[in-house]
C-alpha cells in the first residue's frame, strides 16, 4: 500500500519472522507427504477434510487440535497449487 501519506504504509520488520510455529514448517513435508493420497481429486468424500485430520493426528499425536487444522488447511492449499492443471474445476 502506497501513499501520499507516510502514516498509511505499514512499517516492515526488518528481518522478523512473522510465523509462530516453525515447527509446522518443519515437518510440513513429511505431512504433505502423508496427505497426499487422500487428496486425490477421483477418491474424495464429503468427509475427506475430517479424515484427513484425523490421519494426521495419528501420525503426529503431538500437535495440538489447532495445529493440525493449520496443517491441513496448508497441505491443502499447497497440493491445489503444486496440481493446478491436474485438478478439474
Known amino acids: ?3 501520499s501519506n507516510d502514516k498509511e504504509v505499514a512499517p516492515k520488520p526488518e528481518g522478523a519472522e512473522r ?5 509446522l514448517r518443519e515437518i510440513f513435508e513429511r505431512a504433505y507427504g502423508v496427505a497426499c493420497p487422500l487428496l486425490d481429486p477421483n477418491l474424495r468424500t464429503t468427509g475427506s477434510v475430517h479424515f484427513l ?3 494426521l493426528h495419528d501420525n503426529f499425536p503431538e500437535l495440538y487440535q489447532q495445529d493440525v487444522a493449520i496443517l491441513s488447511v496448508a497441505i491443502e492449499r499447497v497440493f491445489i497449487e503444486r496440481n493446478k492443471s491436474d485438478i478439474p474445476l
Not at 510465523?19 to 515447527?23: D, G, V
Open 53 to 55: 485430520r484425523v490421519v
Open 19 to 23: 510465523r509462530t510455529r516453525p515447527y
Open 1 to 3: 500500500m502506497t501513499g
